[in-house]
């Protein structure tokens, strides 16, 4: 248990449909962390959001859409997916603005059939 | 950012000593250097982080010579549950963008 908790653990859905990933972290930390990890590849950083504004955009399409509503809650807004979009979705948590260490939550396998 | 280069996967045998290196050439005066290790199918997990000379935890240890342009992860006697990827960073711990992973190291522990 890492304090940050991702829901759903897994999903499949279709390419028309319209998804949310949800993260919660209760460790008072301030920037939140999506990161996409397909197979047998590393992680990329999708968005950041730090005191719940975003302050990255990796050239993430547009079909990705990140929420941050307060502090400890984060969405990823999933619609119109592809096949390629299929990977491990992590989500992590760190004090941003002096960060020592982040943690992870333990991902969304996404399945986009 | 600093670009890191780590070897691609690393062998070895229950109870010997791993030590990991990571190349970090154009490292900023600011920049902290991070080691995380990630199992297949998880989150990846902080391991040790530091910015000169040695740091030591219960879990590993860390050498950073004077010119901070590489670093070493070491682990002690590792077992077969250390097997994993191990990811090296570099980055300003005031900066959200430290959290950027390069391809890491497959450790793979052997019997």
């Known amino acids: 248990e890492t304090g940050v908790t991702q829901t759903p653990r897994h999903l499949v859905m279709g390419m028309t449909n319209k998804k949310s990933l949800k993260c919660e972290q209760h460790?008072?930390?301030?920037?939140m962390y999506w990161y996409k990890q397909s197979a047998k590849k590393p992680l990329e950083l999708m968005f950041v959001?730090?005191?719940?504004?975003?302050?990255e955009n990796n050239s993430v399409p547009s079909r990705f859409s990140p929420e941050c509503p307060n502090s400890s809650h984060l969405f990823l807004h999933l619609h119109t997916l592809q096949p390629e979009d299929s990977a491990l979705y992590l989500c992590?948590?760190?004090?941003?603005?002096?960060?020592?260490?982040?943690?992870f939550g333990q991902g969304t396998r996404l399945t986009v059939v | 950012l600093a670009k890191t280069t780590q070897p691609i996967s690393m062998d070895s045998y229950e109870g010997q000593e791993v030590n990991i290196t990571c190349s970090h050439n154009?490292?900023?005066?600011?920049?902290?250097i991070t080691w995380y290790q990630q199992f297949p199918s998880q989150g990846p997990r902080f391991i040790i982080q530091?910015?000169?000379t040695k740091v030591t935890n219960e879990v590993a240890s860390l050498f950073i010579p004077a010119d901070r342009k590489s670093s070493t992860l070491s682990l002690p006697r590792v077992s077969l549950s250390d097997t994993a990827v191990y990811y090296c960073?570099?980055?300003?711990?005031?900066?959200?963008?430290?959290?950027?992973f390069g391809s890491g190291t497959q450790l793979t522990v052997l019997p």
């Open positions: 992590a948590s760190s004090q941003g603005q002096v960060s020592t260490e982040a943690f």
């Open positions: 460790l008072g930390h301030n920037a």
């Open positions: 959001y730090s005191l719940e504004e975003r302050v």
């Open positions: 154009n490292i900023a005066t600011n920049d902290y």
């Open positions: 530091g910015y000169k």
């Open positions: 960073l570099v980055g300003d711990r005031g900066s959200a963008r430290q959290l950027t």
